[in-house]
């Protein structure tokens, strides 16, 4: 598993494009939307919470086809789906991957983005956390949806349109989180509903995803 | 003789057969008579005008919506547990009736929105649902039509329909974090002691009978087209194999 997990770093590292695509997607949006609103810092500040859970999950969206789409053409899919460890772990760890290289790196800059969208103080360690805690499940529930879609030609708009209301949740429960994290409201139960579904993907996706990919493979 | 016995596709012909003019003339019966009784026999409501009346669709609509999701997870678990291919077929004849439903639910809305709200669309807890069960619908049916192999596609829309059911719920869940709710409450329940007066009650449940019916009658058109066209399929690879 370990190895899995290195051996998708790699890649992912070193194929260029797709790892660094989420990122600078995230970095245009942050730039563009300020330019396109205007510079009143009331408004801009405002909707920054909303903005960067937006951005973020654009982001992830953006690589997700990457997940299964290239291993399933090489045929390495078929060996992994074959190999000794079972296929809900591969699910796992390819999540685990994918989330590395888009879900941590966009919470480490978007307190940097942040600035440009003029966002109050307050908010700051918040969209750190639940950005921490809601961008695993963004990572899960794609690679659920890649193994849905895995076995189609041109699944990339499908993949889209499948993933998009289960990002419902995680979506508003982030902004909320950071919203009432900038207004200094109290934020326990959407922080804690975040996070149960973060932790509610991880545990039961898998297997979804993995019974999907067996049917693909078929 | 157990329920079963109609997952054979032959027994559900048949049966289907059978009953299918008595589930249209039912439908049509109910139908006419809600809705004209609703539409142009009850009185205006004293503050809404005759805008109420568009409950007679709305209503209903909106709860066959939920149904039709609620009977695709259903038949979707019954396909995955025990493979029965009317099962499968079944649930995607119902996807784009439930999608109509919802549709439907949301026209009305606006509609009645406009003039009471004085907006065509709010991001109420309600309406944002409906709205996010619409995606659900498009995207559930545009997977079976993504998918050439009809078992793969049956097999992958039921864990489609699995998660998605979940994901709905949460989404349901989580919209009311707003609490800027427009929508108004129930207004139909069997223990509550405020309903709406009967005036309006009665054509009310005689639509959603309808309403229920419509559902049953074109699920069962749409399955039992489903099957001839999958028999078709089946004869057509077999000339071709001779």
Partial sequence: ?218 | MSIWEYANPKKFMQTSAWALPWAVGLTVILLVVGLVWGFFFTPDDYKQGSTVKIIYLHVPAAMMAINAWIMMLVTSLIWIVRRHHVSALAAKAAAPVGLTFTLIALVTGALWGQPMWGTWWAWDPRLTSFLILTLFYFGYMALWAAIEDPDTAADLTSILCLVGSVFALLSRYAVNFWNQGLHQGASLSMDKQENVSDVFWLPLVVCIAGFILLFVTMVLVRTRTEIRARRLKALLARERVA
């Fill in chain 1, 1 to 218: 598993m370990k190895a899995l997990l290195l051996r998708d770093l790699r890649l992912a590292f070193r194929s260029g494009g797709g790892f660094g695509l989420g990122l600078a997607f995230f970095f245009l949006l942050s730039v563009l939307v300020p330019l396109g609103v205007g510079p009143e810092g009331g408004t801009l500040g405002r909707i920054a919470p909303g903005i960067l859970w937006v951005g973020a999950l654009l982001a992830c969206l953006l690589s997700l086809d990457r997940i299964f789409a290239l291993d399933h053409e090489d045929g390495s899919l078929d060996l992994l789906a074959t190999a000794p460890i079972p296929l809900e772990a591969v699910v796992a760890v390819k999540a685990l991957a994918h989330w590395l290289v888009t879900g941590l790196p966009l919470t480490l800059i978007a307190p940097g983005l942040a600035v440009f969208l003029n966002l109050p103080s307050g908010g700051y360690p918040w969209l750190v956390v639940s950005l921490v805690l809601g961008t695993p499940a963004l990572s899960m529930i794609g690679a659920f949806g890649a193994a849905l879609t895995v076995g189609l030609r041109r699944g990339g708009l499908l993949l889209s349109l499948l993933v998009l209301p289960l990002y419902v949740p995680t979506l508003i429960f982030g902004g909320e989180v950071v919203r009432r994290g900038a207004e200094g409201m109290a934020l326990g139960t959407p922080l804690a509903l975040l996070a149960a579904i973060s932790l509610g993907a991880a545990a039961l996706l898998p297997f979804a995803a993995a019974s999907a990919i067996r049917v693909n493979l078929r």
